[in-house]
Nanobody
Framework: EVQLVESGGGLVQAGGSLRLSCAAS????????IGWFRQAPGKEREGVSYIRSSDGRTYYADSVKGRFTISSDNAKNTVYLQMNSLKPEDTAVYYC?????????????????WGQGTQVTVSS
């Protein structure tokens, strides 16, 4: 059974930083793309960032490039999202998610698995 457990959300002022963590289990960690999507009230789901541990390939949404960094610790089956220079428009529930193929990430398809989500709120 695939399990994804997020942590690290919270309230931060604009310009601040947060680091999200996602502990994964139930699948071979480096076979899939793992990362984050977010959803704000009244807005569509947005793929934020993904990483494929087998070759280090990464994906970032244009809205977060240069501000967010994704990384993985294969020994711990954990993925991290370092979020710097946060803006109020980054406010959303962030979900750890898994895509079984990289093509699915690029085509912005629905993830195959996702966690419960963690709230990130950026105040102005």
């Amino acid at each position: 059974e695939v399990q994804l457990v997020e942590s690290g959300g919270g309230l931060v002022q604009a310009g601040g930083s947060l680091r999200l963590s996602c502990a994964a289990s139930g699948f071979t960690f480096d076979d899939y793309a793992i990362g984050w999507f977010r959803q704000a009230p009244g807005k569509e789901r947005e793929g934020v960032s993904y990483i494929r541990s087998s070759d280090g390939r990464t994906y970032y949404a244009d809205s977060v490039k240069g501000r967010f960094t994704i990384s993985s610790d294969n020994a711990k089956n954990t993925v991290y999202l370092q979020m710097n220079s946060l803006k109020p428009e980054d406010t959303a529930v962030y979900y750890c998610a898994v895509h079984k193929s990289w093509v699915s990430v690029i085509l912005r398809r629905s993830p195959d698995y996702w966690g419960q989500g963690t709230q990130v709120t950026v105040s102005s």
